[in-house]
């Protein structure tokens, strides 16, 4: 279904749930920049550590001192140096003695939960740590996959599907430094680290106690919980940015949740989409938005709504008396199935 719709000084007008918006015909005055941004955000709930990083379980600590070296073949960072502020992204990283059978179906399991976070639109990495060893185990694959880590829906997720003999493909890094990394972090078997994309620990965890009282990561409690603790990393506000979902609001009431093209849902960013010509520079300040200047680029909305620009999307959802949350994210180029 098209949206059109037509600003001016004049009642608005349209089809049922919201205004008509005409690419020709939007002026929001003088003092206007375009474009959805960033703006204030949520105190970062570690602006005011004082830590001096020797205590790295110490929640809000952080350390770039160290790094290690992946060496999983099927991963996407193969022989590069990684530690949490590099991947850019929260990370769980899972210490595990290496050729320890059922540490390796440890990391299958970590491998299916990124798997889930993925299907769901939360971009989190996973990182397997075998240390007090110099024999990485049987890597790329879990020994127990189908009945396992893959057992009932967990069966399509695409680890699953790209095994080969009824076993796990592991992609995540999985790195090693005999001696040095648990001596640093003074780690035991089955610890687990959460980080912040900047680096910067989020939750510490003793996994192995938690599988005492609730059983292996698979039991339903330890899973939805360690899925629960991942999306609380990823909504915690840093470096100017405060992320969002659907069950995590912005903060300030005049922003909203922006997603990523192509996904609707998961995890977003707050943004602004009106802004004091001062406030935003990535695109110049403009007196007339969706204007003759802007390119026609049909967009189909999350909300089920083509739309002639990405810029008309946004404007129906800042002005549209029939908006929706999934209104100005954008589903993908193009119209929309049936129009």
């Not at 912005?250 to 943004?271: I, L, R």
Request: charged share 20%.
């Amino acid at each position: 279904m098209r949206k059109l719709l037509v600003l001016f000084a004049l009642p608005l007008m349209g089809f049922g749930c919201g205004p008509a918006l005409d690419a020709q015909n939007v002026s929001l005055g003088e003092d206007v920049d375009w474009g959805a941004r960033n703006a204030p955000w949520e105190v970062d709930p570690c602006a005011d550590f004082r830590g001096d990083g020797s205590d790295l379980q110490e929640e809000c600590s952080a350390d770039d001192t160290w790094s290690m070296v992946d060496n999983n073949v099927h991963s996407a960072t193969m022989g590069q140096e990684v530690r949490p502020d590099t991947l850019g992204k929260v990370s769980l990283w899972a210490y595990y003695w290496a050729n320890c059978g059922t540490c390796v179906q440890q990391l299958a399991f970590l491998q299916v939960l990124k798997d889930e976070l993925t299907g769901q639109g939360y971009d989190v990495e996973m990182v397997g740590v075998a240390y007090r060893s110099a024999d990485i185990g049987q890597l790329g694959a879990s020994p127990r996959a189908a009945s396992g880590a893959c057992q009932g829906p967990r069966s399509s997720y695409a680890s699953c599907v790209q095994g080969e003999n009824d076993m796990i493909k592991l992609t995540i890094p999985v790195v090693l430094d005999p001696g040095r990394v648990s001596e640093m972090h003074a780690v035991e078997r089955g610890d687990w680290f959460i980080y912040r994309p900047d680096g910067r620990l989020h939750r510490f965890v003793r996994s192995e106690e938690r599988e005492a009282q609730n059983g292996f990561l698979g039991n339903a409690t330890n899973w939805n919980w360690l899925i629960e603790e991942l999306k609380a990393a990823a909504m915690t506000p840093y470096g100017g940015k405060e992320p969002c979902s659907a069950q995590h609001e912005c903060s300030d009431p005049d922003q909203w949740c922006q997603f990523p093209d192509g996904q609707c849902g998961g995890q977003g960013a707050c943004v602004t989409t009106l802004l004091p010509a001062r406030s935003n520079q990535s695109v110049g300040s403009v007196s007339s938005v969706c204007g003759a200047d802007v390119a026609p680029q049909w967009v189909c909305s999350c909300d089920g709504y083509s739309y002639r620009s990405r810029c008309l999307a946004e404007v129906y959802r800042q002005t549209g008396s029939g908006a929706t949350p999934q209104s100005g994210n954008i589903s993908h180029l193009g119209r929309c199935e049936g129009d």
